[in-house]
Structures are given as C-alpha cells and as structure tokens.
C-alpha cells in the first residue's frame, strides 16, 4: 500500500506541468485558481482528520511557506511557458541541491562528498537545458526559460525548508498544508494582481484543467507523497527521485511534441544526476537509520 501511494503520488504530480499547459491560461491565473481550488478540499480534510491546536508560531511558519509555494509557483509557470513542461519540471529539482546547502549554511549540517560532484553535474546540466543558444532548442526562450526554472528550485527550496519547521512536532500534514496552500493563495492573488496576469473569467474546459491541476497535483499527489515516502527506504526515494520529472518529459513529448535538441537530451541526464547524487549520498550512509521526508524527492509541485 505504501509503495503504491508513493508511485501514485510521484505519477499524479508528474501531470502538473501538463494540466498548465493543457489549462492554456496565464502563469498567474494558473497558480491562483490552483490554490483556490484546492482550499476547499484541504479543509474537508483538516476538519476531518487534523483539527488540532496549533500554536501560532508554527501557523505562522506554515502560512510563510505557503507563501514561498505561491511565489515558486508564479516563476515555474513562466518556466513552462518559456522552455515547456518537461524541462521547467526538470529544473524545478534543482530544489535538492538548495536545500543542501541552505542547511549547510544555515544549519551547519555538513554536506557529504556526494554533493560537490553533484553540484558541478547540475549547473553544467542546467546550461545544457538551456540549449546553448542553439537553433534546435526546444522552447520559445530556452535561457529565460531556464532563468525561471532556476528561480523555482531556489524558491520551492525555501518552501520546503519552512514546511518542514512548521510541521516538525506534527503528527498529521492537514492542518499545515491547509494554511500554507493559504499562504500560497495570498502570495498568488498578489503576484498576479501586481502583473496584471490574473484572469478571473470562468472558462470550460480551462477551469476543469486547474480543477484537476488544483485536486490531482495539490491535495491528492502532495498527500499521498506526504504519507508515503516517509514510510520508504531511502534507496526507493532516490528512484522515485529521477521519476517525476522523467514521467514528465516523456508526456510532454507525447501530448505537446516537446522535442528537445540533442544538447538539452545531454543536459537533462547531467543535470538529474547532479540532483540524485546527494540523495545516493544519504543511501550510503544511512541505509539502516532514519528514513527521508518528502522533500527530498518532490521537484515541483
């Protein structure tokens, strides 16, 4: 069961590059509607399974990450728009290297050798993606596109790092997510009435893509994942790692034909390989000890 609810929620979030597109509105309406739409489930389910008290610093800190989720998804959405699903997706997992060395810097948790291969691997991965500037790249700006996507993983890390502080004395995700994807709302609604990118018209079937993008890759996929990995070996999270992404590259080409240039084929294998090596650093050296939590595998959400 635990497996199966890890795959489930790896291969759900591996749609929502694609429900944006498929959506076919703005960045910001996409990541406005997708927070709203998911407020109403989110508290069905910390009514039901998670209403608790909670101090307010670590409500606080659980509506700050959310606001870090919506900023992170503003720039993603423009990443896709520029460079397309499955590499806005890729570079989102960027976020891994950030949190290692946000807890490096911040934490004083020193990194393992595996991360200084990494790191090298993934900027010279991320400049690949990019196309180099070549006429076969895949996207309609491959370097902004890249440049948002850097932007992604640096703020999807911050929200990670915040989440996780303000559910570390929880047992159950509910309540937290609940106000963060409030945070994220908020930070939505701002960003999007700042550009003056957010639409507020209803539209069929644009709508019934951020439904699905809203209940699919926010509510259902982020819980499942949020359930599951913690319960798996580490070894099974490093795979699951590189899935994500993977899965969505290849609907990517099939539904939209993003065919990418030989150069951006290269950088993306360098570039999940500088992700996956600190994950394969924490296999090593804790294979029998405490399991990872979610985000060492959730890319973007």
């Given at each position: 069961?635990?497996h199966l609810a890890?795959?489930?929620?790896?291969?759900?979030?591996?749609?929502?590059a694609?429900?944006?597109?498929?959506a076919?509105?703005?960045?910001d309406?996409a990541a406005?509607?997708?927070?709203?739409y998911?407020?109403p489930?989110?508290a069905?389910?910390w009514?039901?399974f998670?209403?608790?008290?909670?101090?307010?610093?670590l409500q606080?800190?659980a509506f700050?990450?959310?606001?870090f989720?919506?900023l992170?998804?503003?720039v993603w959405h423009?990443?896709?728009?520029?460079?397309?699903?499955?590499?806005a997706?890729?570079?989102g997992?960027t976020?891994?290297i950030?949190?290692?060395?946000?807890?490096?810097?911040?934490?004083?948790?020193?990194p393992?050798?595996?991360m200084?291969?990494?790191?090298?691997l993934a900027?010279a991965?991320?400049?690949m993606v990019?196309?180099?500037?070549r006429?076969?790249?895949?996207?309609?700006n491959?370097l902004?596109?890249?440049?948002?996507?850097?932007?992604?993983g640096?703020?999807y890390a911050v929200?990670?790092?915040?989440?996780?502080?303000?559910t570390?004395?929880?047992?159950?995700p509910?309540g937290?997510?609940?106000?963060c994807?409030?945070?994220?709302?908020?930070a939505?609604?701002?960003v999007g009435?700042?550009s003056?990118?957010?639409d507020?018209?209803?539209?069929?079937?644009?709508h019934?893509?951020?439904?699905?993008?809203a209940?699919g890759s926010?509510v259902?996929?982020?819980?499942?994942?949020a359930y599951?990995?913690?319960?798996l070996?580490?070894a099974?999270t490093?795979?699951?790692?590189?899935?994500?992404?993977?899965?969505?590259?290849?609907?990517a080409l099939?539904?939209?034909g993003?065919?990418?240039?030989?150069v951006q084929?290269?950088?993306?294998?360098?570039?999940?390989s500088?992700?996956?090596l600190p994950?394969?650093g924490?296999?090593?050296?804790?294979?029998?000890?405490?399991k990872?939590?979610?985000d060492?595998?959730?890319?973007a959400v």
């Amino acid at each position: 069961m635990t497996h199966l609810a890890a795959i489930l929620g790896v291969l759900i979030i591996s749609f929502s590059a694609i429900f944006v597109r498929l959506a076919g509105v703005s960045p910001d309406t996409a990541a406005f509607y997708r927070t709203l739409y998911a407020v109403p489930a989110l508290a069905a389910l910390w009514l039901a399974f998670g209403a608790r008290g909670r101090s307010w610093k670590l409500q606080a800190l659980a509506f700050a990450s959310g606001v870090f989720l919506g900023l992170d998804l503003a720039v993603w959405h423009r990443a896709i728009h520029w460079i397309g699903a499955g590499l806005a997706t890729v570079l989102g997992n960027t976020q891994v290297i950030f949190v290692g060395l946000a807890a490096w810097l911040l934490h004083g948790e020193r990194p393992r050798r595996s991360m200084f291969f990494g790191i090298p691997l993934a900027f010279a991965g991320m400049t690949m993606v990019s196309g180099l500037g070549r006429a076969d790249a895949y996207g309609e700006n491959p370097l902004l596109g890249t440049f948002f996507g850097l932007l992604t993983g640096i703020t999807y890390a911050v929200f990670l790092l915040l989440f996780r502080s303000s559910t570390r004395n929880s047992s159950t995700p509910f309540g937290a997510f609940f106000v963060c994807t409030l945070g994220a709302l908020a930070a939505s609604a701002a960003v999007g009435a700042g550009s003056g990118d957010l639409d507020l018209a209803w539209s069929w079937p644009a709508h019934g893509w951020l439904i699905a993008l809203a209940l699919g890759s926010q509510v259902a996929g982020w819980l499942m994942i949020a359930y599951a990995l913690p319960r798996l070996p580490a070894a099974e999270t490093s795979i699951l790692l590189l899935l994500q992404p993977m899965a969505t590259v290849l609907w990517a080409l099939v539904l939209f034909g993003e065919a990418l240039s030989p150069v951006q084929w290269a950088g993306v294998l360098l570039l999940l390989s500088g992700v996956a090596l600190p994950t394969a650093g924490r296999v090593l050296t804790r294979r029998n000890r405490a399991k990872p939590s979610p985000d060492a595998v959730t890319g973007a959400v």
